[in-house]
Structures are given as structure tokens and as C-alpha cells.
Nanobody, 120 residues
């Protein structure tokens, strides 16, 4: 698999937006999913996009606020996060996973991740 590197995290106030990037050094011939893990909590799969970019999935906790997209020319998957809440605070990771509208596969083959902190 092509190594993936996450970026774009930061410290923002509730209600703000961030866009995370998951960049690959080569093409992405598979689905990509975003996971997050908050301190003391189990990892959560929040969103994925399939290889053809025709199917996406969102967990109930982010549906309607987060949007996943893929730029094939840039070999990058984005996670646009709007109306952020304190409970979105976590380290966010991306990984290659199966993806369809009903769900996403699981993976712990993560990169270094990017920290998102939502706090006033």
C-alpha cells in the first residue's frame, strides 16, 4: 500500500471548520477512510470514500457536518469538517479500507495522524 500522511489539524473554537488532508505519494487504487481516536476512547471510523469516488459513508456522529472528497490528480483525500464540536476533539488518521454507503472497513494501519482540538 502507498503510505498515507495526514495533515490539517489544529485548535479551533466550537462552530469552526477545518479541512484535513490525507496525501499519498502515488495513486490511490483503493478506498480511503478517516478514523479518529480521543484520549481514553476506542477508535471510531467517521467517514470513507470508495476507490471510484462514487460512494461515501459517514458515521452518525458526523453526518451532515463532515464531507469527504478525493482529488485524484493530487492523490489526496480531504475531510471537510464544519460546525465542529468539542466532542470532535481527537487525533484523526486515514487508512486504506473497503467503503460503501453502508459502512467502512476497519484498519489500524495508520500514519502519524493529525490532532484536532475543538475548545473555547
Amino acid at each position: 500500500q502507498v503510505p498515507l500522511v495526514e495533515s490539517g489539524g489544529g485548535l479551533v473554537q466550537p462552530g469552526s471548520s477545518l479541512r484535513l488532508s490525507c496525501a499519498a505519494s502515488g495513486s490511490l487504487p483503493y478506498g480511503i477512510g478517516w478514523f479518529r481516536q480521543a484520549p481514553g476512547k476506542e477508535p471510531e471510523g467517521v467517514s470513507c470514500i470508495n476507490r471510484a469516488s462514487r460512494m461515501t459513508y459517514y458515521s452518525d456522529s458526523v453526518k451532515g457536518r463532515f464531507t469527504i472528497s478525493k482529488d485524484n490528480a493530487e492523490n489526496t483525500v480531504y475531510l471537510q469538517m464544519d460546525r465542529l464540536k468539542p466532542e470532535d476533539t481527537a487525533v484523526y488518521y486515514c487508512a486504506a479500507v473497503p467503503c460503501d454507503v453502508q459502512g467502512m472497513g476497519d484498519s489500524r494501519d495508520w500514519g502519524p495522524g493529525t490532532q484536532v482540538t475543538v475548545s473555547s
